[in-house]
């Protein structure tokens, strides 16, 4: 099963083509922030034949989920190589996959550029507001029948790593109890600051998995090995798996990023546990 599940990647991360394997809608939900209508992308596999799916929450990073050859058209043809590649592997592995676009609903569709955290809005704090669009997310696949609506995932790469993150925690001021029904957490290089809302510590109420390379340029592997050290040691499910030599987007399968043979290793091994959790996790078949 493994070996086919990887041999699925291989092709979604160089061809980056609709399979005939899944099917793709673009639809509309509300964010648990109470005032914003999100876009998302939902990956589905085909001949359901009824039975429901285990499903995965997609956060996109920074740039945003779209292509930064998108030339102002942002639409579910114009979604980056990433997140379509991934959408796709989850699809034709059996889970229903929805990307969520945070930021293009609130008038941000192309993202920010590197270096830019300071000047990022307030209404798009990967802290306390992105964590509700995952929520929305969650929501939204909860009422749909094709869901199984105990068996969800929330899966992040880099700002929305640390949406991850903070979703994930048990923190009243940002969840309710009743909230808190992700089944398991994938954080691709966060930043695990988060604001010095945890400075007192981090504990997820539900099991958590952190990739992250030594080599990342924007965000510090060093600070999230200490925010999971320092959450183990209270009794914290996380874990944390670091790279060497591996950048931030290591799984960005342009040549530029995959030219590097320490990102393509992590590249390699990161699906392949990632795969390996959300199976364990969420009881799929």
Known sequence: MMRMLLAILTLAFTSFSVSSATAQQTIRFPSADGRTTLTGYLFLPNAANGTQRPAVVLMHGRAGAYSSLAKGQFTAETLSKRHRAWG?????????????????????????????????????????????DAYGALAYLRTRRDVA?????????????????????????????????FRLGVALYPACGLKGQFE??????????????????????????????????????????????????????????????????????????ILQILAQGLQAR
């Open 149 to 181: 609506p105990n068996n969800i995932a929330l899966l992040g790469w880099s700002n929305g790593g640390s949406a991850t993150l903070a979703a994930l925690a048990v923190d009243d001021a940002l969840t309710s109890p009743a909230e808190r029904q």
């Open 88 to 132: 796709e592997m989850l699809a034709q592995a059996g889970y229903i996959a929805l990307l969520v676009d945070g930021f293009g609903p609130r008038g941000y569709p192309q993202g920010f550029p590197r270096g830019s955290y300071e000047d990022r809005p307030a209404e798009l704090n990967e802290v306390t507001v992105r964590p509700r």
């Open 200 to 273: 007192n510590g981090y504990r997820p109420y539900a099991p958590v998995s952190v990739f992250i390379g030594d080599a990342d340029e924007e965000v510090s592997s060093k600070r999230c090995a200490a925010l999971v050290e320092q959450s183990r040691a209270a009794g914290g499910r996380i874990s944390i798996q670091v790279y060497p030599g591996a950048t931030h987007s290591f799984d960005d399968p342009g040549a530029r990023r995959q030219s590097n043979p320490a990102n393509a290793d992590a590249t390699t091994d990161a699906t392949n546990r």
